[in-house]
Structure formats: C-alpha cells, structure tokens
C-alpha cells in the first residue's frame, strides 16, 4: 500500500517533484528504519516512507512525451519498428502495439482488412515481427467520459494509426528469434483452428474465455456479460489459472507427489500458460501470486520455515509491488485494481481471524450426505461475496454501476465456466488431430449453454443498476468497515496466538491429502 501510494503521488506531483529530495527521504528512511529498531513504531513509518519515495521515484523514471513528438503525430505516414504486443484479433481488423525505429515512443496500430474472411486475420503479423506500417497517424482523444491519451501514455503510447492490410503492412523479417514471437505463433495457430472448428461467433467466445481477447466478442454477448456482472469470465485471471492447475495440482498429488516436487511441475504449466495467452496483468499477477506461494511451501516441504508462517496477502503484495514496479501505470487501470481488491477480499475471508473456509466445514460436518455438495455451494458462495465486496467499489468507480444479482450470478455460472473451462482444454490438446473437430463438440456445447445462461441472467430487473460515481467511495468505506469490525469481534474471540495455531491444526485435520504429521 505504501509503494502504490508513492506511484500514485508521484504521478500527481510529476511536474513539481524534485527527484534529488526523494532520493534523500528514501535514504533517509531507510537508515531510520536501520538504526531505530529499538523503537519499532518510529522504525516501521521511516520504513513506509522510503518505500512511498522509490514508489514515486519508479514513476519518474517514465519520462512524460516531448511536445516535438506530439506536433509531429500529423504528419507521419510510414514508420518500420517492432511489433511489441501480441496482437488482438478480430474477423476484420488487427491491432498491436508497435515500437517504431526512429521515434522514442510507441503507437497503436489497427490494420483493416479491405476484404475480411473467415480466418484471414490469423498469422497477418506476430509478436516480435519486424514491418513496416502506411497509414493515417492521429493523437488520440478522450471519448464517453473515458480519457483515453491518459491511458495510452502508461502503456508507453502516444498516437494510433490505421492502416490497410493489403497496401499499409509489409513484414519485412518474421521475428522467430523472439520466446515471446514463438508463444504469439501457438496461440494463433490455436486460434485459427478453434475458428474453423467451432465458427466464429462461438470462436469470440472461446478467443475471450481462453485468452482474455474479447476484440472479436460481439457486443451483445459482452453486454450481456457485463449487466450480470460477469465480465471477468472473460479477462484471463486468478480464476481460470486457478481451474486449470486445481486439476493437474489434484491428480499429482493423488500419484503422491510431495509439495517439492508437485509446485515446479505445476509452475511449468504456468509458465506456459503466460507464454500462450500472453502478458495480462490479471494473468501475471497471479501467476506471481502461485509463484511465492509456492516458493514458501517448497521452503517449508525442506524444513527451511515453517508452513503456517505463509502468509497469501504477503504473496499478493510482493506480485502487486512486482507489477507496479515493472509498469507503475497500472494502479489507474480498473483491470489491475479489480484484480488486487478481489483477489485481497477473498484471501482475508479465508484467512484468520475470518476463517470462513473453516466456519462452513465446521457448520457442514454434522449433515453426512450433504457434507461435500452443501460445502462446495457455501464455499462458492462465499467466495462470491468476498469478491464482489472487493471489486464492487472498484467497478462502481469506473463504470458508475452495480450489480445486485453478481453474486447470484456468479454462484450459477461459475461451475458452467469451469466446465467450460476444462472441456477446452482437452478440446485444445486434441484439436491438431484429424478427428479434432469432434474433440471441441463439448466445449461448443458448454460455450453456448455459458452463452444461453447468461443472457438469460441479464434479463433480470435491476441486473445494472446506475449509480453516481461519488457513491463508490461510500462502498468502500462501508466495505472497509465491515472487514474491520468482523476482523475485531473474531480477533477478541480467541486469545492471543491461538487464532493462527488453531486454524493452521484444524485445516491439517480437514485436508485429507495431508501428509502425517504436516
């Protein structure tokens, strides 16, 4: 919280902050903290303070565009450069982000297609391609409220240009040599045949549940999507990677495989997965998050530390610190604040003194044969809740909306999407045979049962209700609120230090792949 204070301060007082006096506040807090450890209120501000300083230091490094730039936007017809993004790609149209040769900064390139056909998008141009772009080069400009050149400079991008296909783009060398150009490639090759297979509106909707490209996705199939408050099925996240690695983590476990070796197996998948889908900062975040989990399990599989001293909100703030330090803009973005804040809620609902997870085991044990289906419906539940608590303020802040049905939603479309989910997976690793459009039959099913579900979720009175936008703030105090006043009634309700011990026994007791005595 301190490092995203000092990004967002930083971003505030560019203009006017002094970057020697913030290197001395940092150094200053930093030997405060060192020496005045005796006194550990005094140590841990000094330490926040320095923290706060390189936060709004990281935002300096990011140099605002030079006017010569901006005025020269106009007049730019043809520029080479690098394809920097993994393009988003739609039946008609093609965009990327490109880093021009000759400019010190990026440009928003959508490419047209003249003629569109079914499938005449896939392998136009890849990540790490080098070509060269004709077209109209424009500054962008704010539209519907939305500030859009704000946007696009913390993505490093100060103009958009259009082009045409035929005329406008020539690859001049295919970047092959690029780990990130050759994920690029799988992943359309993957594209193309879940669009030959499945057809393309079907295909828009495994394009966004697969790999969080809604660019294809018609509107009012993501409308739909959004009035339930459901858009998150479609932005690759914790969620999806979450469905994916419970499986695989599930069956190498029942082969009895220990932690030490379970986590780096599992890793490897998320690391593909990043390498397929692509850089999303929902998706990085929790690949980070699995990331030092893991770590700290592995660590304490060997005996390094012991395992009720992991902590998953420390997880989150070290991925949390990782992306902002890698791109201080995202803390303005709604895609990496629901992301945090969801993600956040859930963690402390689960965690002691809440313990939510542990208080529905305990209230379902005594009802035998509704023991497993009345605690995955609590559970799901209740991880509803926790979620929309944490993003609904966000989402009321950016889209001026709620959603008094989102966590009903959730609790019937989520299951559907995990089937989803995993019969695309199977559909993908089978999809290159020669009978492999048989093997997507399923998944074509579930997407438009998820698709049929929805819309009919979204019929519902008062699905998107329109708010002021001054009202999220008021959500969030009462969030906030709420967490604070259930953490302290839990907290005085167990003496001091038993909280941790009695959770961390009792969830040895309730997880049946426990090793003995762990």
Do not use: K
């Not at 495994?206 to 996705?217: M, Y």
């Not at 005594?366 to 209740?382: E, I, K, N, S, Y």
């Not at 479309?413 to 399923?442: E, H, K, N, Q, Y």
């Not at 003496?495 to 007791?509: A, D, N, Q």
């Amino acid at each position: 919280m301190s490092f995203a204070f000092g990004v967002g301060l930083g971003d505030r007082l560019r203009a006017v902050a002094s970057v020697p006096s913030l290197w001395a506040a940092a150094c200053a807090g930093l030997l405060v903290a060192l020496f005045a450890r005796r006194q550990r209120a005094a140590a841990t501000i000094a330490a926040l303070v320095a923290v706060a300083c390189f936060g709004a230091l990281r935002v300096g490094v990011d140099e605002p565009f030079p006017e010569a730039l901006l005025s020269r936007a106009s007049v730019l017809r043809s520029l080479s450069g690098v394809v920097a993004s993994y393009p988003d790609i739609r039946s008609d149209r093609v965009s990327f982000t490109f880093r021009p040769d000759a400019l010190p900064a990026n440009v928003e390139v959508y490419v047209h297609l003249s003629n569109p056909a079914d499938g005449a998008c896939y392998g136009l141009v890849h990540r790490g391609d080098h070509v060269r772009v004709s077209g109209t080069v424009r500054l962008p400009e704010p539209f519907e409220g939305f500030d859009y050149p704000t946007y696009l400079a913390r993505h490093g991008v100060f103009a958009t240009m259009s082009a045409d296909a035929d005329e406008g783009l020539i690859v001049e060398s295919p970047g092959r040599a690029s780990l990130l150009g050759w994920g690029d490639r799988v992943r359309q090759a993957i594209l193309r045949r879940l669009a030959d297979a499945l057809g393309s509106e079907i295909a828009s909707m495994a394009q966004s549940l697969l790999f969080g490209d809604r660019t294809a996705l018609p509107e009012e199939i993501e409308s739909a999507f959004s009035r339930t408050g459901l858009l998150h099925l479609l932005a690759v996240s914790g969620l999806h990677l979450g469905i994916l690695l419970g499986g695989i983590w599930w069956a190498l476990r029942r082969l009895g495989l220990r932690p030490r070796w379970t986590y780096p197996m599992v890793g490897c998948v998320v690391l593909l997965a990043l390498w397929i889908v692509g850089p999303r900062v929902s998706l990085v975040r929790a690949g980070l998050l699995f990331g030092f989990l893991g770590l700290g399990s592995v660590l304490a599989d060997c005996g390094v530390i012991l395992r009720r001293s992991i902590d998953p909100l420390n997880a989150l703030a070290a991925a949390a610190i990782v992306l902002l330090a890698v791109r201080p803009g995202a803390l303005f973005e709604a895609g990496f604040q629901l992301t945090v804040s969801a993600t956040a809620a859930i963690l402390i609902a689960f965690s002691p003194p809440l313990s939510w997870g542990e208080r529905i085991s305990t209230w379902s044990c005594g009802r035998p044969r509704l023991d497993r289906p009345m605690r995955a419906t609590l559970g799901l539940l209740a991880v509803a809740a926790a979620a929309q608590a944490g993003a609904g303020p966000i989402i009321a802040w950016h889209f001026s909306s709620i959603h008094p049905w989102a966590i009903l939603a959730n609790v019937i479309v989520v299951p559907l999407a995990a089937m989803a989910l995993w019969s695309g997976f199977l559909g993908l690793l089978l999809v290159a045979a020669p009978w492999g459009t048989l093997a997507v039959i399923p998944f074509e099913w579930m997407l438009r049962a998820l698709r049929w579900t929805v819309e009919r979720l979204a019929m519902l009175p008062g699905s998107a209700i329109p708010i002021p936008r001054g009202l999220a703030l008021w959500m969030g105090v009462v969030v906030a609120f709420a967490f604070g006043v259930a953490i302290y009634v839990r907290g005085s309700a167990s003496s001091p230090g038993e909280g941790s011990l009695t959770s961390y026994s009792t969830s040895i007791v309730l997880d049946p792949s426990a090793d003995d005595g762990r």
